[in-house]
C-alpha cells in the first residue's frame, strides 16, 4: 500500500517548496558526509523522461579546479554585462555566485544523449534537459530541508567547464551548484528582494484552455 502522508507532513513539503532560496552568500563551513549523500541521493531519486536518468554529479574538490571555475565565471559577468543596457551598472552590484565560499561545489552534468525515444521523440534535447532540472530540484528541496544552502550558477561556457571536468563529447555542463551552511536565508527570491524582478501572480501565468494572453508583466526589458 502505497505511503499516506500526514497533514504535519503535508504541511512541511510545503514549506521546504516555499522557503527554498537560490542563495548567494554562504557561511563556510563543512557539510557532513551522511547528509551530502541525502541530498545526491534526492537528487538521483528524480523523475526523468523514459526513465533516462541522464544526470551525472561530479563534486569538485581540488581548490586549483574550483579557482579555474571560479575564473570563467566572472569571464561569463562581464561578458553578460556587456548585454545589460542600462541596468550593466545594476547588475554589476549583484552578488551571483558564493563559489569562493560554499562548503560544497557540485557541477551537474547533462550526460551524452543514449538514444532514448521514449518521451522525447519530438523534443529529444528539451526533454533531457527538463529531466536534469529535476534532479537540481530536488536537490534544491533536500538541501533547504536540511537547512543548508544551495545556489544554481549558470554564468560560463559548457564547453569550457566541459574541458576543466573532463567530460566526455556531447555532455554538456549545465550548473555549478553552491552548496552549504548559510548565516541566514533571504526571506525572499534575492532578485526580488534586490529589485531586480518580481514574482508574477497566479492570474498571469496560470489561464484555461488557451495560452494566457500577453500582458506588460510579461515583457522583460533586460
Same mark, same amino acid.
Given at each position: 500500500?502505497?505511503?499516506?502522508?500526514?497533514?504535519?507532513?503535508?504541511?512541511?513539503?510545503?514549506? $521546504?517548496?516555499?522557503?527554498?532560496?537560490?542563495?548567494?552568500?554562504?557561511?563556510?563551513?563543512? @557539510?557532513?558526509?551522511? $547528509?551530502?549523500?541525502?541530498?545526491?541521493?534526492?537528487?538521483?531519486?528524480?523523475?526523468?523522461?523514459?526513465?533516462?536518468?541522464?544526470?551525472?554529479?561530479?563534486?569538485?574538490?581540488?581548490?586549483?579546479?574550483?579557482?579555474?571555475?571560479?575564473?570563467?565565471?566572472?569571464?561569463?559577468?562581464?561578458?553578460?554585462?556587456?548585454?545589460?543596457?542600462?541596468?550593466?551598472?545594476?547588475?554589476?552590484?549583484?552578488? @551571483?555566485?558564493?563559489?569562493?565560499?560554499?562548503?560544497?561545489?557540485?557541477?551537474?552534468?547533462?550526460?551524452?544523449?543514449? *538514444?532514448? @525515444?521514449?518521451?522525447?521523440?519530438?523534443?529529444?534535447?528539451?526533454?533531457?534537459?527538463?529531466?536534469?532540472?529535476?534532479?537540481?530540484?530536488?536537490?534544491?528541496?533536500?538541501?533547504?530541508?536540511?537547512?543548508?544552502?544551495? *545556489?544554481?550558477?549558470?554564468?560560463?561556457?559548457?564547453?569550457? $567547464?566541459?574541458?576543466?571536468?573532463?567530460?566526455?563529447?556531447?555532455?554538456?555542463?549545465?550548473?555549478?551548484?553552491?552548496?552549504?551552511?548559510?548565516?541566514?536565508?533571504?526571506?525572499?527570491?534575492?532578485?526580488?528582494?534586490? *529589485?531586480?524582478?518580481?514574482?508574477?501572480?497566479?492570474? @498571469?501565468?496560470?489561464?484555461?484552455?488557451?495560452?494566457?494572453?500577453?500582458?506588460?508583466?510579461? $515583457?522583460?526589458?533586460?
Amino acid at each position: 500500500m502505497s505511503k499516506q502522508f500526514s497533514n504535519t507532513e503535508r504541511e512541511a513539503i510545503y514549506s $521546504v517548496i516555499h522557503e527554498r532560496r537560490d542563495m548567494r552568500h554562504f557561511a563556510s563551513g563543512s @557539510v557532513a558526509p551522511d $547528509v551530502l549523500q541525502r541530498i545526491l541521493e534526492a537528487a538521483h531519486a528524480a523523475p526523468s523522461v523514459g526513465y533516462m536518468q541522464p544526470w551525472r554529479f561530479v563534486r569538485i574538490t581540488r581548490p586549483e579546479l574550483r579557482q579555474q571555475l571560479i575564473a570563467l565565471v566572472e569571464a561569463e559577468k562581464d561578458k553578460t554585462a556587456d548585454q545589460m543596457d542600462a541596468r550593466k551598472t545594476e547588475f554589476m552590484r549583484l552578488k @551571483v555566485e558564493g563559489i569562493r565560499d560554499c562548503a560544497e561545489l557540485i557541477a551537474v552534468v547533462l550526460a551524452p544523449d543514449d *538514444g532514448t @525515444v521514449f518521451g522525447r521523440r519530438t523534443m529529444p534535447e528539451e526533454m533531457a534537459l527538463c529531466s536534469v532540472s529535476c534532479a537540481i530540484e530536488n536537490m534544491w528541496l533536500a538541501a533547504r530541508a536540511e537547512n543548508l544552502g544551495m *545556489g544554481w550558477v549558470s554564468f560560463f561556457e559548457p564547453a569550457d $567547464v566541459a574541458a576543466l571536468l573532463g567530460c566526455p563529447e556531447t555532455a554538456k555542463p549545465m550548473a555549478l551548484l553552491c552548496l552549504g551552511p548559510v548565516k541566514a536565508f533571504y526571506d525572499k527570491p534575492m532578485l526580488e528582494q534586490e *529589485g531586480w524582478r518580481k514574482r508574477e501572480s497566479m492570474d @498571469v501565468v496560470l489561464s484555461e484552455n488557451q495560452f494566457p494572453l500577453a500582458t506588460d508583466a510579461l $515583457v522583460y526589458h533586460g
